[in-house]
Nanobody, 113 residues
Framework: VQLVASGGGLVQPGGSLRLSCVASGVSLSRNTMGWYRQAPGKQRELVASIGTIGTTTFANSVEGRFTISRDNAKNTVYLQMNSLKPEDTGVYYC????????WGQGTQVTVSS
């Protein structure tokens, strides 16, 4: 299994980014998928998840600002991030929620003026 996250970058507070995670070697459609974030000096945390039928959950810190979606035909999961704050800074990873696969390299998101 290989998970490749992309779409990160440097953005000013209040800005938006859309992250993508493409998988190879596995079908994402059969798995509840999540986006995780690891801020500097902190543990990796789950910020959003999407179930096999599209049910979504969000961490309180991102509720109302982030949206998670999936395109099973493209074997891809997305994270739309709006109204970004400096505390959203970190490396973002995707993985399945239960029995994580090997972690990919993630994509760096930096929110700073």
């Amino acid at each position: 299994v290989q998970l490749v996250a992309s779409g990160g970058g440097l953005v000013q507070p209040g800005g938006s980014l859309r992250l993508s995670c493409v998988a190879s070697g596995v079908s994402l459609s059969r798995n509840t998928m999540g986006w995780y974030r690891q801020a500097p000096g902190k543990q990796r945390e789950l910020v959003a998840s999407i179930g096999t039928i599209g049910t979504t959950t969000f961490a309180n810190s991102v509720e109302g600002r982030f949206t998670i979606s999936r395109d099973n035909a493209k074997n891809t999961v997305y994270l739309q991030m709006n109204s970004l704050k400096p505390e959203d800074t970190g490396v973002y990873y995707c993985n399945r929620i239960i029995n994580n696969w090997e972690w990919g390299q993630g994509t760096q998101v930096t929110v700073s003026s």
